[in-house]
């Protein structure tokens, strides 16, 4: 059907999960964009625009069905990932004098909200204009976090065909809360290989630097004079997985395919953007460096560090955050 807000939106039936339940996936078409969602982890299945000549093509890593995301969950393909984006430092955190032990799922630590994150869920879906709206319900103690969480994700398409991606939480308890998306973004399109050498730019002067557990020391490192610095638009190579410290002003990052003339341009109220090059990636199903994360966020092991912006939310407090995906050529 198509709403009043002029996007095209239609669901459909998109298979059952190993234990029967039902998923359905979501398509939302406005301007020149086509999205794909599913109920399933709240996963942006495919993502396709246009290129400079008017050829549309998919640019977010997708996998064609539901067995395919059962069996390869590991990269989060697509993801909405929480309770906690990122990591935890030894699947713990204290919060008003009390420690709360979580479930550890990368060697000692926590990473991306555990063994059952909000990613392995089944969303509620309802239609709303624009686009669809996720929600579900995490229940005190899951994975270890504490608090009745009540979470929900709009996903909609601007005027232009930019994906809006809005997400909302309440607790009954105080707790911790860092939601992401986790789409890995070529912007050459289906099948094209590596998205190494397509042009970036990231509004940062410092990131996070990491342990070898991928853990924030706590310090802050200016991007100058480093391989970090992405200030103005440069070639990616191979070999981040690090948060930058976004300045706040403008958009935090544009990504460029010069050979499609593809742009996405990422806006978001969060702090940070964790950049990751999956060179980790082994060919079950994509190939090193396929896809480009760029996960806006709040900082790693927020939880554990007092000097990072707070990720604490408390009974009478809504957390609301914002990120748009917008989608030119040049």
């Known amino acids: 059907m198509v709403t009043g807000s002029g996007a095209a939106i239609r669901t459909e039936d998109f298979g059952t999960l190993a234990d029967g339940t039902p998923v359905h996936r979501w398509t939302l078409e406005r301007d020149g964009t086509r999205v794909r969602v599913l109920t399933y982890g709240g996963i942006v299945q495919s993502v396709e625009v246009p290129d400079r000549d008017g050829a549309r093509a998919g640019v977010a890593l997708g996998l064609p069905d539901l067995a395919g995301y059962e069996t390869f969950s590991g990269p989060y393909f697509g993801a909405l990932v929480g309770r906690y984006a990122n990591r935890i430092g030894g699947a713990r955190f204290e919060l008003d004098g009390r420690t709360h032990r979580l479930t550890p799922n990368e ?99 410092r990131i996070t630097p990491a342990d070898a557990e991928s853990l924030p020391t706590g310090a802050f490192l200016p991007v100058e004079g480093t391989r970090f610095d992405f200030r103005e638009p440069v070639p990616v190579g191979a070999g981040y997985d690090h948060n930058f410290v976004l300045d706040g002003t403008g958009p935090a990052a544009e990504l460029y395919d010069a050979a499609s003339g593809r742009v996405l341009t990422v806006t978001t109220t969060e702090p940070g953007l964790q950049l990751y090059t999956a060179d980790h990636f082994d060919g079950r199903p994509f190939g090193p460096c396929a896809g480009i994360a760029l996960e806006t966020q709040h900082f790693p092991d927020s939880p554990n560090r007092p000097e990072f912006p707070s990720t604490v939310l408390r009974p009478g407090e809504e957390s609301v955050s914002t990120t748009v995906y917008g989608f030119t050529v040049r």
């Open 107 to 205: 060697g000692r630590n926590q990473v991306h909200g555990g063994a059952r994150g909000f990613d392995k869920r089944v969303w509620r879906a309802r239609e709303v204009a624009g686009g669809v709206e996720l929600s579900l319900v995490s229940e005190d103690g899951e994975e270890g976090f504490p608090g009745r969480l009540a979470v929900s994700a709009a996903y909609t398409l601007d005027e232009g065909g930019a994906l809006r991606i809005t997400y909302r939480a309440t607790t009954d308890a105080p707790t911790v809360l860092n939601l992401t998306n986790h789409t890995y973004w070529n912007l050459a399109g289906d099948g094209s290989g590596s998205a190494l050498g397509q042009v970036l730019r990231i509004a940062a002067g």
